[in-house]
């Protein structure tokens, strides 16, 4: 199995603006942001939730909301905002606000069919 990585511009308050290099990770929720950029960005804690992490271990992260452009598109998605250590990580929630699924063939973002009904 690869890897995919996507470039990501977040923009925050005062329209202050990072550019981040995410792994992609289709298998999990919310995207996660590191404390260096979210921190940048000004964005403050709305609410907190527990996540389970791959060893079970549970953990306590706030989670804000972030302005986001990818691949000529944007829109506002949940984030995590992260600790020490935690990585950039896009992930499902953001993909499917932006209409993207990953094709595990050929390990690239493609429009997702949108369904209605």
Not at 26 to 41: F, I, Q, R
Not at 55 to 71: A, M, N, P, Q
Request: with cysteine; proline share 4%; net charge negative.
């Amino acid at each position: 199995m690869g890897l995919t990585y996507i470039e990501g511009k977040l923009i925050g308050r005062n329209d202050v603006s990072e550019t981040v290099k995410f792994l992609v990770d289709s298998g999990a929720t919310y995207t996660l942001l590191p404390k260096n950029v979210w921190e940048k960005l000004g964005l403050k804690p709305k609410r907190t939730l527990t996540f389970t992490l791959a060893d079970g271990t549970e953990v306590e992260r706030s989670i804000s909301e972030c302005y986001i452009k990818i691949l000529d598109d944007e829109a506002h998605t949940p984030v995590i905002l992260g600790e020490e250590r935690d990585g950039e990580l896009l992930r499902a929630i953001t993909l499917e606000i932006f209409g993207f699924v990953l094709n595990p063939f050929s390990r690239t973002l493609q429009p997702m069919r949108m369904m209605l009904a």
